[in-house]
T-cell receptor, first 116, second 116 residues
Framework: GAGVSQSPSNKVTEKGKDVELRCDPI?????LYWYRQSLGQGLEFLIY????????KSGLPSDRFSAERTGGSVSTLTIQRTQQEDSAVYLC??????????????FGPGTRLTVT | AQTVTQSQPEMSVQEAETVTLSCTYD???????LFWYKQPPSRQMILVIR??????QNATENRFSVNFQKAAKSFSLKISDSQLGDTAMYFC?????????????FGQGTTLQVKP
């Protein structure tokens, strides 16, 4: 079946503009994650969605970052008033719910965001 | 807080030879999972191998195996018969077993170059 898809693949934006990044998880996966990978760095957890439960937003770096997940499927990560330090690859992953024993996370190809 | 450390930023190996990538972690938890992910230039994160902390036997997946030393909090990856397609960045990752979110905590990564 189809894997996790993300769009756009690359995004260049000017400092101060808002951007929206989209993630389409694997069908049937109720858990969805966003991670950020800055240049030459490991991945940093941003936010987690599980079904209709309140998301775990503990990794969001500032209030300029927000995310939503509509209908338990597609998710959008929004960055307002982008700054140059927001330049990174944003990766989305999906899985079956945490604690079910099927804990493998499947990653999308990421969106490379460049803030000029 | 849990941390994951990969002390080798870059490594190289000749095709068909064996290479070992190091990873150490810090946690006070007893129930957790460890992973090695591969990220080729395409940016797609691919799960290579996983280890449940409660299992004493080291995980093996074809040419990939781990040396899991729970007391030493060490989780190294051995790649046997290295192939050109193994060239990628490799990330070690940790997940708490008791976590409600299943978020992964990643190391900084090791770039592996397989030379012909």
């Amino acid at each position: 079946g189809a894997g996790v898809s993300q769009s756009p693949s690359n995004k260049v934006t000017e400092k101060g503009k808002d951007v929206e990044l989209r993630c389409d998880p694997i069908s049937g996966h109720t858990a969805l994650y966003w991670y950020r990978q800055s240049l030459g760095q490991g991945l940093e957890f941003l936010i987690y969605f599980q079904g209709n439960s309140a998301p775990d937003k503990s990794g969001l770096p500032s209030d300029r970052f927000s995310a939503e997940r509509t209908g338990g499927s597609v998710s959008t990560l929004t960055i307002q008033r982008t700054q140059q330090e927001d330049s990174a690859v944003y990766l989305c992953a999906s899985s079956f719910p945490a604690g079910t024993g099927s804990y493998e996370q499947y990653f999308g190809p990421g969106t490379r965001l460049t803030v000029t | 807080a849990q941390t994951v450390t990969q002390s080798q930023p870059e490594m190289s190996v000749q095709e068909a030879e064996t290479v070992t990538l190091s990873c150490t972690y810090d946690t006070s938890e007893n129930n957790y999972y460890l992973f090695w992910y591969k990220q080729p230039p395409s940016r797609q994160m691919i799960l290579v191998i996983r280890q449940e902390a409660y299992k004493q036997q080291n995980a093996t997946e074809n040419r990939f195996s781990v040396n899991f030393q729970k007391a030493a909090k060490s989780f190294s990856l051995k790649i046997s018969d290295s192939q050109l397609g193994d060239t990628a960045m490799y990330f070690c990752a940790f997940m708490m077993g008791s976590s409600n979110t299943g978020k992964l905590i990643f190391g900084q990564g090791t770039t592996l170059q397989v030379k012909p």
